[in-house]
């Protein structure tokens, strides 16, 4: 392992998962923890109440995050997604496909899924946090 990838972790005879890793072993580099995004833009404004549209904007508020420490969309090891709808996350998971690739091709994290009754700012219906491992600055 050079200084700059990271490894999906996948044990033996275990089923190959679907949009996310089950581990990644991170290479060396500085730790960042990102707060729960949601789908405002960067003036804390929503522009819609639907949920794909916010799951669009909280994944770009994720990666301006990431860009701002010096990172890139792979150097992203781990998400947890808390969301308000489970049917409208499952009636757009092909819509929510398609922003992914969109945005971060075929880099899949490690990743949860959480459905819970609300979330602090409303109108949101999706809340991401994430934490990276981004290159020390003289491995990148």
């Not at 819970?116 to 999706?126: C, E, G, H, Q, T």
Request: charged share 20%; aromatic share 8%.
């Amino acid at each position: 392992m050079n200084g700059t990838e990271h490894h999906i972790i996948l044990p033996k005879d275990w089923a190959l998962p679907v949009g996310y890793s089950n581990g990644i072993l991170a290479a060396h580099g500085r730790t960042l923890f990102m707060a729960g995004q949601v789908g405002w833009d960067a003036k804390q404004v929503f522009h819609s109440a639907d949920l794909v549209p916010q799951f669009e904007q909280a994944l770009k508020n994720i990666l301006a995050i990431v860009k701002a420490s010096g990172g890139k969309p792979e150097d992203i090891l781990r998400m947890t997604c808390f969301c308000t709808d489970k049917s409208a996350y499952l009636k757009a998971r092909r819509d929510l496909g398609g922003i992914w690739k969109q945005l971060f091709g075929r880099h899949f994290p490690a990743m949860s899924m959480i459905f819970v009754a609300d979330l602090l700012d409303s109108p949101a219906k999706i809340e991401i946090e994430a934490t990276a491992v981004i290159p020390d600055v003289e491995e990148a």
